[in-house]
């Protein structure tokens, strides 16, 4: 008894693989079951690539309604019903072995799903960037900012204030 849903991710996978685990708040209820580029399954390809959408990953997941304790139809309920309430599916760092695995959770502050140049079918569970992803995007911004700054300028300014204060102080001292 499991149900078949999808979500797919904006964002490098590696340490993801068929048979990483699918979980929720650290239980693990299904396993991924299968890894792909996402425009594999839509047509025309052709327009998915020229889109820039071409690098999203579609991850399938297996998730087993032994592990929810309902039968298959309401889990499936559950989760359509859940998507529209902020449930999201993002990647999850295993420790430091550097495995992932996918984690579904429900987001208080969900993202809009990914725009996607096709109409998602089937059970699909939006992606959200992981919380990893989030902060390599605004560690990336902040070096931005910094190496947009004109820190020469920024130094000289500085020491011509230095100096002024040190030219008060002495002029100034007894």
């Given at each position: 008894?499991?149900?078949?849903?999808?979500?797919?991710?904006?964002?490098?996978?590696v340490?993801?693989?068929?048979?990483?685990?699918?979980?929720?708040?650290?239980?693990?209820?299904?396993?991924?079951?299968?890894?792909?580029?996402?425009?594999?399954?839509?047509?025309?390809?052709?327009?998915?690539?020229?889109?820039?959408k071409?690098?999203?990953?579609?991850?399938?997941?297996?998730i087993?309604?032994?592990?929810?304790?309902?039968?298959?139809?309401?889990l499936?309920?559950?989760?359509?019903?859940?998507?529209?309430?902020?449930?999201?599916?993002?990647?999850?760092?295993?420790?430091?072995t550097?495995?992932?695995y996918?984690?579904?959770?429900?987001?208080?502050d969900?993202?809009?799903?990914?725009?996607?140049?096709?109409?998602?079918?089937?059970?699909y569970?939006?992606?959200?960037?992981?919380?990893?992803?989030?902060?390599?995007?605004?560690?990336?911004?902040?070096?931005?900012?910094?190496?947009?700054?004109?820190?020469?300028?920024?130094?000289d300014?500085?020491?011509?204030?230095?100096?002024?204060?040190?030219?008060?102080?002495?002029d100034?001292?007894?």
């Amino acid at each position: 008894k499991r149900v078949m849903a999808y979500t797919i991710l904006d964002e490098n996978v590696v340490g993801l693989t068929v048979g990483s685990p699918v979980r929720v708040r650290g239980v693990q209820v299904g396993e991924v079951k299968r890894l792909s580029f996402a425009y594999l399954d839509v047509a025309p390809a052709k327009q998915v690539i020229g889109s820039g959408k071409g690098g999203l990953i579609r991850a399938d997941l297996e998730i087993l309604t032994d592990a929810a304790g309902i039968g298959p139809d309401e889990l499936r309920d559950y989760l359509q019903n859940a998507v529209t309430l902020g449930l999201r599916a993002r990647l999850a760092m295993a420790g430091i072995t550097g495995g992932q695995y996918i984690e579904i959770e429900m987001s208080k502050d969900a993202p809009p799903p990914i725009d996607l140049p096709w109409k998602p079918e089937g059970l699909y569970i939006p992606g959200e960037s992981s919380t990893l992803d989030q902060m390599l995007s605004n560690l990336r911004s902040t070096l931005r900012k910094i190496e947009s700054l004109d820190l020469s300028a920024m130094v000289d300014r500085a020491n011509a204030v230095l100096t002024r204060l040190d030219n008060v102080l002495r002029d100034d001292a007894p």
